[in-house]
T-cell receptor, first 113, second 110 residues
Framework: EAQVTQNPRYLITVTGKKLTVTCSQN?????MSWYRQDPGLGLRQIYY???????DKGDVPEGYKVSRKEKRNFPLILESPSPNQTSLYFC????????????FGPGTRLTVT | QKEVEQNSGPLSVPEGAIASLNCTYS??????FFWYRQYSGKSPELIMS??SNGDKEDGRFTAQLNKASQYVSLLIRDSQPSDSATYLC??????????WGAGTKLIIKP
């Protein structure tokens, strides 16, 4: 089954404790992206990647890191989480050629206390 | 700043009626347009894409695009309670990113 997976689905952590949210897709998509979604603000892009070893900042990159060492994986790293990073996070992927439709993972609800 | 605007709603529509959702965008060079549906706490799922002016129909859904006026709309015929969700409009400008609207909450009343 073609899908985007994320782990963990739910995470409660404390300020300053480094964490990683994994994202993997099995559709051989070139493009992958991370979003956060907050009430009233819609989807805001954090980082995106157009291929292996190619990443770029989205609209709200502060406090986040990403890497793209393999085509299928695009982990999101929070080196020192803060309460304002409490949010619902989505990973998405897209086949760049001919279409920019994005396919989303199930989401990760992160709470930072 | 490239923007996509949607009325946040909620838009309340009786069951069986037509729901009309609208979206305007600022980048005149935009090429691709998408409607996603998002149930509360779930991930967005693609329901329609449209690339050229005019109407595109898929079952009970019709997407309408008017590039001259820079708007795209989604019509849902014979609305069902299961259509109650937030509908997100996304626009692809000249680069590889999608610009997202904040979404319109649709409520179908039985």
């Amino acid at each position: 089954e073609a899908q985007v997976t994320q782990n963990p689905r739910y995470l409660i952590t404390v300020t300053g404790k480094k964490l990683t949210v994994t994202c993997s897709q099995n559709m051989n998509h070139e493009y992958m992206s991370w979003y956060r979604q907050d009430p009233g603000l819609g989807l805001r892009q954090i980082y995106y990647s157009m291929n292996v070893e190619v990443t770029d900042k989205g609209d709200v990159p502060e406090g986040y890191k990403v890497s793209r060492k393999e085509k299928r994986n695009f982990p999101l790293i929070l080196e020192s989480p803060s309460p304002n990073q409490t949010s619902l996070y989505f990973c998405a992927s897209s086949p760049l050629r001919g279409s920019y439709e994005q396919y989303f993972g199930p989401g990760t609800r992160l709470t930072v206390t | 700043q490239k923007e996509v605007e949607q009325n946040s709603g909620p838009l309340s529509v009786p069951e069986g009626a037509i729901a009309s959702l609208n979206c305007t965008y600022s980048d005149r060079g935009s090429q691709s347009f998408f409607w996603y549906r998002q149930y509360s706490g779930k991930s967005p799922e693609l329901i329609m894409s449209i690339y050229s002016n005019g109407d595109k129909e898929d079952g009970r859904f019709t997407a309408q695009l008017n590039k001259a006026s820079q708007y795209v709309s989604l019509l849902i015929r014979d609305s069902q309670p299961s259509d109650s969700a937030t509908y997100l409009c996304a626009v692809n400008p000249s680069n590889y990113q999608l610009i997202w609207g904040a979404g319109t909450k649709l409520i179908i009343k039985p």
